[in-house]
């Protein structure tokens, strides 16, 4: 065992705010080691962020202090050193990445310029800038010297980040701090960065800390793992233990929300409530009241630190010293199946609720004095699906492919440029704004950002009424609010919260909010544009199980789009994987997931992290980013990035290839003669 | 960029032609030839010859929009409307009604306008931003607060207090320079300093208390916090990374008022005794001078879309992320 590069002890950092003091960071410990990468694993709020800020003293002040601890860099005590000299250890042995590449970036000073300031003193001018030409290279992006005089947004976000390794490397750092470094980022694009971190720590033999919410990152990128709830760390264990025995309920807990493809057909295992308010003393054990192995002393006493040799825990469960007797047991590991089975997984719809052919939608790009249209950026170009009564439809694919776009066309929020819409017997393209809008209660959308998605004036109340009385649904006013408080039970909130402001509640309470909001008006068809992206795992599986248990209920369709596949797998009944505005491969869940048959589809999946790192998943490399839809690459507009692009898939674009009545794609690697250059 | 400019100065023509034809109505429908010449010859004792000879001489004898008796394209140039408000459009301001040649005037009175006007903008957003980084850069402290208090104070006083204050106390009680007047080279200095000083001063308040929230805004956002996290000092994190980033909604709010500051003050101008534009046009209004008011407006309007036009260009100069087009 080498000696600890960096040892944090007791490290405390609180905010004093006008709710009382937050207690952000509660008295954390742990060890970081020359070439090893230390994972800080935690929901939104539970102070991992900040506990990075603390090890630079970089915490928002006045706010935010730093109230007790320790962290020992080498010999020397980081949080006593001053200001002046801080600076010699800020980017100069500890350097951070942050998880926005977009903002964390200066937009107006140029790429170069900004890694130069990260240079230790002392390099002369020709010197300095053929040194971050040199690292712009070693990050992998090419045509460094361009790239230099670019501003951050002339790159794309993966090339961004790489930038921001670069300057993080800059100075040639023990100890890198990644906070989230791929959260904002695609998987294809996530799995590139992911590897380049990883190369550069075995070149330079840097200890990396890894800041992260993603179990599937952890697993690819962790020597050890520490678990952080509410403030503290609750678990800490060397990646092989902590994945095959997590100890802490909170960690077992955490893998068992994830949702899987084993775990269809079954609810998944949320945990209840959210993470508590740092801005209180705790008694307790903090997760006890969402535990549900927690009994009377843990609400009284908080557990203390049982310490393993490489492992430690901090619950009562495992301490010697207090009988578990009175420890309820836990819960049975594969949860008992809802009660109504989902729709079988096989077999085709039965009848269909939608169906669009040959949708496009075009935004035309304006050029010169008269502002003439010079060209046309194809968002969507060409999709055709179909969604059944009562099934999920998944829609995959990265930022950009145009996902969101087909959910707008099909509500008819942007009018589609050409091809048709018919809901349920009916052309949705061809009615007039009046004739759509007793049309619309039939169809409901789900955005994505549940904070910017409702309206933070109006009572949760009369967001819920807004659309009834629009469609003149519910009769009395009475009628409606007993109608109202009937929804919001229905999604699991209490009655009185029609009488309260968005604001008043947690992200996964909001998103409850919002789809009591869709189903205001008994729709038949909700589009979920990415619902669950910006919550939290555990409430993440509180909200799938409730459009699940939704979907049984009252025979709902969903139009699910997403870029997280392990959704897909748990929820969605049928896939279409979606690119620049296309869809390249679609069929059943089981069909596409299983033997995907497109190198976009095959690449895309096998980027996503998996938990289960010692299957020997092979990574297939996709270079590059996603074009620009206002100017696709000739040919097949996948084959730029495409490992297995022939000659003909620079010529013409694909036809479709049948695998099954259901399964389909777009790819010359099946083409037969006869049915290629359908298109184009 | 050129495209967008022309399509810009395109646009520019149907607002002109709007507010020439407003000014028109306002000054010739809303208050008649007859009504001017009433009021510039007095109400009592006027006989309707001395009305009508008022009105030839000024040419508004003219038909307002159809010369019906005049012959060929004279029946549409041939009007009030023509000669009083189409040259509007080539700067052809006509002479003011007490006969003087307004373009003329205009072209002499520019400068002094200028000599104030311009040594008190670019003054004032130097002091300004200058006192908006020292608050953002001690920005929680005792001098940010009360800081923030001054300026509220400083905003709430009359410009009008700063300048009788300014005026007792620097010329009547020190003499240190003439209390109002002008003079044309370099003795004009000695009357340029008061007014630019309490311009400036007038300004302070509510300047430094914007900027300092633009500051704000800056030094929270995440590209500081990777600044500091690369080991740079505070100051250069302020100058090389805030400033820049605030600077952009600083310069393109002050831009705008570029080309008006050929105009003058109003204020600054009658209460110092500047010969320029500003004092011009007060001394217009207090006589009943049509023409010369009519001239203001609409060269302050032309003055105002360049400004305007100037304002989306400084965009592209000072922030690389926009394009125009």
């Given amino acids: 065992m080498t000696k600890a590069l960096l040892k944090v002890e007791g490290l405390k950092t609180w ?236 960690a077992r807990k955490l893998f068992r929300s994830l949702p899987s493809r084993f775990k269809r057909g079954q609810a998944l295992d949320a945990i209840p409530g959210s993470v508590p308010s740092l801005a209180q003393a705790f008694h307790g054990c903090r997760f006890a009241e969402r535990c549900d192995q927690a009994w009377d002393l843990c609400r009284q006493k908080a557990p203390r630190w049982i310490n393993k040799t490489e492992s430690g825990v901090r619950c009562h469960l495992y301490d010697p010293d207090i009988p578990t007797t009175e420890a309820v047991a836990e819960a049975p590991s594969a949860p008992p199946s809802t009660k109504d ?29 008269f502002r003439r249209v010079v060209g046309h950026v194809k968002a969507v170009d060409g999709v055709s ?170 025979g709902l369709s969903y139009l699910f789009i997403t870029h997280n596949l392990s959704v897909v797998e748990y929820l969605a009944h049928e896939v279409a994987v979606m690119y620049l505005g296309r869809i390249v491969e679609k069929g059943l869940v089981h069909e596409v997931l299983e033997s995907p048959k497109h190198p976009y589809t095959q690449a895309l999946l096998s980027a996503v992290p998996r938990i289960d790192t010692d299957t020997g998943r092979k990574v297939i490399r996709l270079e590059g980013d996603i074009p620009s839809p206002s100017n696709p690459p000739a040919g097949c507009h996948f084959h730029p990035r495409c490992p297995e692009a022939t000659a003909a898939c620079r010529e013409s674009y694909p036809g479709p290839s049948r695998f099954s009545a259901t399964h389909e794609t777009c790819c010359h690697l099946y083409a037969t003669g006869a049915n290629t250059g359908k298109r184009d | 960029m050129i495209a967008y400019i022309v399509r810009r100065l395109l646009y520019a023509v149907p607002i002109l032609i709007g507010v020439n034809l407003l000014t028109f109505a306002l000054f010739f429908f809303v208050n008649s030839p007859d009504d001017m010449a009433r009021i510039h010859l007095g109400m009592k004792r006027v006989t309707p010859e001395a009305i009508a000879k008022w009105k030839e001489d000024r040419g508004y004898d003219k038909p307002l929009l159809y010369n019906s008796r005049a012959a060929g394209a004279d029946k549409f140039t041939d009007t009030i409307f023509f000669r009083h408000s189409v040259r509007l459009f080539v700067f052809d301001f006509g002479r003011s009604d007490q006969g003087r040649n307004i373009g003329r005037d205009i072209m002499s009175r520019m400068w002094p306008s200028l000599a104030i006007a311009l040594p008190t903008f670019l003054v004032g957003i130097l002091v300004n931003i200058t006192f908006a980084m020292l608050l953002a850069f001690f920005r929680g402290s005792y001098l940010d607060t009360w800081g923030v208090v001054v300026a509220v104070i400083m905003m709430s006083i009359s410009t009008l207090f700063y300048v009788i204050g300014g005026q007792y ?11 109002s007047g002008y003079d044309t080279g370099v003795e004009a200095i000695k009357f340029i300093i008061l007014p630019v000083i309490i311009g400036v001063i007038g300004g302070i308040g509510s300047s430094t208390r914007l900027y300092r929230t633009f500051f704000l805004e800056e030094i929270n956002k995440d590209y500081v916090r990777t600044a500091r996290a690369k080991g740079l000092s505070e100051l250069r994190v302020l100058f090389h990374h805030v400033l820049k980033n605030a600077m952009i909604p600083i310069l393109t709010g002050v831009v705008v008022i570029i080309p008006l500051l050929f105009i003058g003050s109003l204020i600054m101008e009658s209460f110092f005794g500047i010969p320029g534009l500003g004092s011009y046009t007060i001394d217009a209004i207090n006589s009943q001078d049509f023409a010369i008011v009519r001239a203001m407006v609409f060269l302050g309007s032309v003055l105002y879309i360049i400004g305007l036009i100037l304002t989306d260009i400084s965009y592209t100069v000072v922030d690389p992320r926009v394009r125009l087009n």
């Fill in chain 1, 15 to 250: 905010f004093d705010t006008p709710e009382g003091t937050v207690r952000a960071v509660d008295g954390i410990s742990f060890e970081l080691r020359r070439g090893e990468t230390l994972a800080l694993l935690g929901e939104s709020g539970c102070g991992k962020s900040i506990s990075a800020l603390s090890l630079l003293q970089l915490v928002p002040e006045p706010a935010g202090r730093i109230v007790a601890g320790r962290v020992m860099l080498g010999d020397q005590d980081v949080l006593a050193i001053p200001e002046r000299d801080m600076r010699k250890i800020r980017g100069r042995r500890i350097a951070v990445i942050f998880q926005e590449p977009q903002t964390s970036l200066n937009p107006v000073l140029t790429i170069g310029t900004q890694i130069r300031e990260a240079l230790p003193e002392g390099f002369s001018d020709r010197r300095a800038r053929e040194r971050v030409v040199a690292l712009l290279t070693s990050v992998g992006i090419a045509d460094a010297e361009r790239r230099y005089h670019e501003y951050p947004h002339q790159l794309s976000g993966g090339m961004k980040q790489r930038a921001m390794i670069a300057m993080a490397l800059a100075s040639e750092p023990d100890i890198l701090i990644a906070d989230e470094p791929t959260t904002a980022l695609d998987v294809t694009i996530q799995a590139q960065i992911l590897r380049l971190l990883k190369e550069l720590q075995q070149k330079t033999g840097m200890a990396v800390l890894l800041i992260t919410h993603d179990l599937g990152v952890v697993a690819e990128m962790a020597d050890h793992v520490a678990v952080m709830y509410a403030g503290q760390i609750v678990e800490s264990a060397p990646r092989k233990t902590f994945f095959a025995e997590p100890r802490h309920p909170y």
């Fill in chain 1, 341 to 369: 089975a989902p729709p079988s997984p096989a077999g085709p719809a039965n009848e269909v609720l939608l169906r669009m052919t040959d949708l496009k939608v075009h935004f035309p790009i304006h050029k010169g004095v």
């Fill in chain 2, 169 to 179: 106390l620097v010329s009547k009680l020190l003499h240190l320079v003439p209390i």
């Fill in chain 1, 385 to 554: 699906l179909e969604i059944g009564k009562g099934r999920t439809l998944a829609l995959v694919g990265e930022s950009g492919c145009g996902k969101t776009t087909v959910g707008k066309g099909i509500l008819q929020l942007i009018r589609p440029t050409a091809g048709s819409v018919t809901f349920d017997g009916e052309e949705l393209t061809a009615l007039s704004e009046r004739a759509l809008r007793p049309m619309r209660r039939r169809f409901q959308v789900i955005f994505q950002d549940p904070y910017a998605s409702l309206n933070p004036r109006m009572l949760v109340g009369d967001i819920l009424e807004e659309g009834m009385r629009a469609q003149d649904l519910g009769g009395h006013p009475q009628d409606r609010a007993a109608r109202t408080e009937a929804l919001l039970r229905h999604v699991g909130l209490p009655a009185e919260a029609r009488n309260r402001y968005p604001h008043e509640f947690s992200g996964g309470q909001r998103q409850r909010i919002s789809i009591a909001r869709a189903l205001a008006v008994d729709p038949q068809l909700i589009v979920c544009d990415e619902p669950t992206s910006a919550l939290d795992v555990s409430v993440q599986a509180q909200i799938l199980n409730l459009l699940k248990q939704l979907q049984d209920e009252l």
